[in-house]
Structure formats: structure tokens, C-alpha cells
């Protein structure tokens, strides 16, 4: 098999589409599209109507410089477009609510704040099935999506949690209060020591990103900044792992 054909296959499985035709054959056909990632400054006819296509499909449409999209590119013949398809259909906010109250549970809801690592993504779903949360909610923008890598990473989770999408963060943590749920931040600073915080009601976690931790609006719509005891010479926790001790804490106060 030649080293194209081949790289074509590779793309295909991690659900990346690249070219102009392919995309517009994945919009037409109706593929689930998490996200298309068109090239910056191109006026291109083409790549406007696929633009359109894709917004009014609902498809999150990002601009980036080429070098991105050839970083991103297995095939070397990308054409100014890459699509990522998803891997499952997002859930709403709804949803998640009522899976908690479908199984008589005070609800555990994990809100990842711009995780733009797919396999941290993967990671975090992965644990929240663990643990037993009903869902996960990321924001349409500045995050990883359900693509086939976060899929891969969750090691299948993607298809018993739900996840939902939203358009801003912290919009979505002040309905959250207003439903009941408190809304629990992690940062380093935090004024609440995590063995202090009180997750065995309705609550919401809140992950921040990799580098910057959670944005300011968020962090202002947060009830409670909880902090992680660090007894090391580092200051900081890898996003899924912050995930996994606040999970497992309120997993614990549950049973308990």
C-alpha cells in the first residue's frame, strides 16, 4: 500500500476529512461534524459555501493559519478545510440533569472549562463513567470535541456518558445555580481544602485548562474555589487528574 493511500486510511479512522470535495460530500451526507477548521484569509468561493453549510448545519467553524492545518493534515492535500467528525451525537444539558434524576441521584455533573487536549478530554470522560457522574459539558469553542481520539482515550465511555455542548461557560454555571447545584471550582489558591468541601449534593465540577486553569468568568461563577492538597515540590495536577481526586472525593461523601 502507498505511504498516501495509507496516511488517507489513518485520517480516516481518527475521523479526520480533509479537502474541499470530501468535506462538502460529509455535510451533504449528513456525517456527524464536531468541528471544521478552515484556512485564515482565504476568500476562496468554495470554502465560503462550506463555511455556510456548516453553520447553518449547527458545525463549529474555526479559522487557522495554514501551518496548523498542515500540522494537523495526514494527507499533505488538505485544500484550506479539515473537518473532524464526532464520534456520537452531543446530549443537551437536559439530558444530564434528568439522568440523574431518572436514577434518584443528587446530581454530578463534571464542566471541563476549555480542554483543548483530546486525550485529556478522553481521560476526564473516562473517569467521570467511573465514577458515576451523569455527564460531562464542554464549550463549542476553545475545547476538544468528541472526535475519534477523545473516543479512543475514554476507552469507550463516550458511548455511556453524555456529554453536552454549550455556548459559554459561565452562562451555563449560573442556570446550574439557579437549579441548585453548586458549583465547585478547582484552583490552586482555593479558599475550600477539598477534604472540606461538600460534594454530597447537587454539584458541578469544574476543570480548567491544561496551562491557564479556569477562566476568570468561570472562576467568578463558581460557589466554592476548591484547592488539592500538593505536599510535593510541584504546585500543580495533569486536568484529568484533578478530575479523578475531585470525583473520587465526592464518590466517597456518596457512599459514605
Not at 155 to 163: E, F, M, S, T
Not at 183 to 197: E, K, N, Q, R, W
Amino acid at each position: 500500500m502507498d505511504e498516501k493511500r495509507k496516511d488517507g486510511l489513518t485520517a480516516e479512522a481518527d475521523g479526520i476529512i480533509e479537502g474541499r470535495n470530501a468535506v462538502i460530500e460529509a455535510l451533504r451526507a449528513g456525517t456527524a461534524v464536531d468541528k471544521i477548521y478552515l484556512q485564515k484569509g482565504e476568500t476562496d468561493r468554495t470554502l465560503g459555501h462550506i463555511a455556510s453549510k456548516a453553520r447553518a448545519a449547527g458545525v463549529v467553524v474555526v479559522e487557522a493559519d495554514r501551518r496548523k492545518l498542515d500540522a494537523m493534515s495526514r494527507t499533505h492535500a488538505h485544500q484550506g478545510v479539515i473537518a473532524l467528525s464526532a464520534v456520537r451525537e452531543y446530549a443537551s444539558v437536559e439530558d444530564i440533569l434528568r439522568a440523574a434524576a431518572d436514577r434518584g441521584e443528587a446530581p454530578l455533573i463534571v464542566v471541563c472549562d476549555e480542554i483543548s487536549d483530546p486525550q485529556n478530554l478522553g481521560a476526564i470522560i473516562r473517569t467521570a463513567e467511573c465514577a458515576g457522574a451523569h455527564g460531562v459539558i464542554i464549550p463549542k469553542r476553545r475545547s476538544a470535541g468528541l472526535t475519534a481520539i477523545v473516543a479512543k482515550t475514554s476507552a469507550g465511555a463516550v458511548a455511556h456518558l453524555p456529554v453536552a455542548r454549550v455556548p459559554n461557560i459561565p452562562s451555563l454555571l449560573k442556570d446550574l445555580k439557579k437549579r441548585g447545584v453548586w458549583v465547585f471550582g478547582t484552583a490552586a489558591d482555593g479558599g475550600t481544602a477539598l477534604y472540606s468541601a461538600d460534594l454530597k449534593g447537587p454539584a458541578a465540577i469544574v476543570i480548567g485548562s491544561e496551562g491557564e486553569g479556569m477562566t476568570r468568568l468561570a472562576s467568578e461563577n463558581c460557589d466554592f474555589l476548591v484547592s488539592i492538597p500538593m505536599r510535593g515540590k510541584l504546585s500543580s495536577l495533569n486536568a484529568s487528574a484533578a478530575a479523578a481526586i475531585l470525583l473520587y472525593e465526592a464518590v466517597r461523601q456518596r457512599i459514605g
